[in-house]
């Protein structure tokens, strides 16, 4: 199993920011995805959450509204799209899905949210 995520960067507060995980070794349209998130000093968290029913998604209350997960099963990819961004989002994300009760993680991408 391999994750790679992409799409990180700096943007000022209010801005807007694409998030990509490219998956591959597994079936991917047979699994929930999940973004979490990892802030300095603090517990990873999780963010957001796509069923294998790509109509299925949950989120955090921190992010409810402003962030919105999908996945494309042709490219084998996971998003998370990010707007209204908040100088409390900064934080490394991380792709991760959990395969036969074991989690698999990405090398994470940073987002710094400040102007």
């Known amino acids: 199993v391999v994750l790679v995520e992409s799409g990180g960067g700096l943007v000022q507060p209010g801005g807007s920011l694409r998030l990509s995980c490219a998956a591959s070794?597994?079936?991917?349209?047979?699994?929930?995805m999940n973004w979490y998130r990892q802030a300095p000093g603090k517990e990873r968290e999780l963010v957001a959450t796509?069923?294998?029913?790509?109509?299925?998604?949950n989120y955090a209350d921190s992010v409810k509204g402003r962030f919105t997960i999908s996945r494309d099963n042709a490219k084998n990819t996971v998003y998370l799209q990010m707007n209204i961004l908040k100088p409390e989002d900064t934080a490394v994300y991380y792709c991760?899905?959990?395969?036969?009760?074991?989690?698999?993680w990405g090398q994470g991408t940073q987002v710094t949210v400040s102007s």
């Open positions: 991760n899905v959990i395969r036969l009760s074991r989690g698999y």
């Open positions: 070794g597994f079936t991917f349209s047979s699994y929930a």
């Open positions: 796509i069923h294998r029913t790509a109509g299925i998604t």
